[in-house]
């Protein structure tokens, strides 16, 4: 709680405590959007009478709409400040998910589900811009380790909870709920987001708009390209998630379609991975005051790569589904260390206006994340265990690069508390 005591804003505990919580509650329903779906995925292409190859379509889908206007939100939210564009985020949310019940055909649902995933866009580049704004570099890591974990709830037991919801509702009821849900985020989020942008904060410092111009939004992300540690830190952290990514993609067709395993096995199977990424979210909140953000990047790469190393040998050798999911729980729980260390060492390699920065971070980060997982899938990662273990691991190696670039000259020191 002391760590919403502390808020750079002038506002209250308890509602540095809502805002903090209908963040996590805004960004565990644009995962939900996509996770308590999943399951249903194969539902949805036979009663649309569309391919299964739509399945990570309607993900990937999902995943360019966070990109493609984020260049365009991040400014506006620099200029206009972060609420509004927040609220109009969690509008265009709840109205796409109730409208997509009343699709008839896979394309359109491929749209909508492009739309949904606009609002993945404003929670990259205005609620964690808003959030790293309102508290000190520790409070800030500390809460986003914190919030990720509620946040995490949605892929941890979101397929499980879509399986089981399956059982008794229809896939058009379930964007129903998504849809009122996100109604209610909305409210709630209009009484208690206060604004980060012209105020000024409890330490003297006030962060001012920026004006809205072409010319210099354009400068700021020429500039933003031509930052070696902005961009190695961006790569590195689309690359590094493709394995989750791709696994989140890829999971109904190698479970349901492939092995035959019923929606409700499915879910299952998710638990000790997304309880991995939870229990690395919570060991980062442990060690955060103690090591500098690249000694943290640095040991997380540990169970990061010794778990794809591992998932890659056994599954090859066995073709288990428990080797796979063994080595990408141990890689979860490095990717639980690394996420939000990475994100905040990456936001702040430059000076420009954070809602620019976090915009060019997330159009790089997610992506490279949503065409690695298309990478995957169209060269047969779905196919067989065996196959996903390969292209997986191929992905997030693609990372070392970034990552060595982006640390190299930083020595691995404690932090002095």
Same mark, same amino acid.
């Given at each position: ?22 963040l ?12 308590i ?59 796409a ?59 941890l ?15 058009? @009821? %379930?964007?129903v /709920?998504?849809? *009122?849900?996100? !109604? =209610?985020? #909305?409210?709630?989020?209009? +009484?208690? $987001? ?11 410092s ?21 930052n ?10 689309g690359?590094i ?11 109904p067709?190698l ?15 998710q638990?000790?991975i ?38 890659l040998?056994? @599954? %090859?050798?066995? /073709?288990?589904? *428990?080797?796979? !999911? =063994?080595? #990408?729980?141990?890689?979860? +729980?490095? $990717?639980g260390?690394?996420n939000a ?9 430059s000076e ?9 971070l ?52 404690a932090?002095?508390?």
């Amino acid at each position: 709680m002391s760590s919403f005591s502390r808020s750079l804003l002038p506002i209250s505990s308890r509602q540095a405590l809502f805002f903090c919580l209908l963040l996590a509650t805004f960004e565990l329903l644009t995962y939900v959007g996509s996770d308590i779906v999943m399951p249903a995925m194969l539902y949805v292409v036979a009663d649309l009478s569309a391919p299964v190859s739509h399945v990570p379509v309607a993900l990937n889908a999902y995943l360019l709409g966070g990109v493609a206007f984020q260049w365009l939100i991040g400014p506006l939210s620099d200029r206009f400040g972060r609420r509004p564009l927040l609220l109009i985020g969690a509008t265009l949310f709840a109205v796409a998910c109730l409208v997509t019940p009343l699709v008839g055909g896979i394309h359109i649902f491929n749209v909508l589900r492009f739309v949904q995933g606009i609002a993945l866009g404003f929670v990259v580049v205005v609620s964690y811009p808003a959030l790293q704004e309102s508290f000190q570099e520790t409070d800030a890591v500390r809460l986003m380790a914190l919030l990720a974990n509620i946040a995490l709830l949605s892929p941890l037991l979101g397929p499980l909870l879509g399986s089981m919801l399956l059982e008794v509702l229809t896939w058009r @009821t %379930l964007f129903v /709920g998504v849809g *009122l849900c996100g !109604v =209610l985020a #909305l409210i709630g989020l209009w +009484f208690f $987001m206060p604004e980060t942008i012209g105020v000024t904060r409890t330490d003297g410092s006030r962060l001012e708009s920026a004006p809205l111009n072409l010319a210099s939004i354009l400068a700021s992300y020429r500039e933003l390209l031509g930052n070696a540690r902005f961009m190695q830190g961006s790569l590195a952290l689309g690359l590094i998630s493709i394995p989750l990514i791709g696994w989140i993609g890829l999971a109904p067709l190698l479970l349901m379609n492939n092995l035959g395993l019923s929606s409700i096995a499915y879910g299952l199977w998710q638990l000790p991975i997304f309880g991995g990424l939870i229990a690395g979210n919570l060991a980062l909140n442990y060690v955060v005051s103690r090591f500098e953000l690249d000694a943290l990047i640095r040991l997380s790469l540990l169970p990061i790569f010794g778990g794809l190393l591992l998932m890659l040998g056994v @599954t %090859l050798a066995t /073709g288990h589904l *428990l080797a796979l !999911v =063994l080595g #990408l729980t141990i890689y979860a +729980f490095g $990717m639980g260390i690394c996420n939000a260390t990475l994100y905040r060492l990456t936001l702040f390699a430059s000076e420009s206006g954070k809602g620019t920065v976090a915009a060019m971070l997330g159009m790089i980060s997610v992506a490279t994340i949503g065409l690695g997982s298309s990478a995957l899938a169209a060269l047969g990662a779905g196919a067989s265990l065996a196959a996903f273990a390969i292209a997986a691991s191929i992905g997030a190696g693609l990372a070392l690069w970034p990552l060595w670039c982006l640390l190299k000259r930083s020595p691995m020191t404690a932090a002095t508390v």
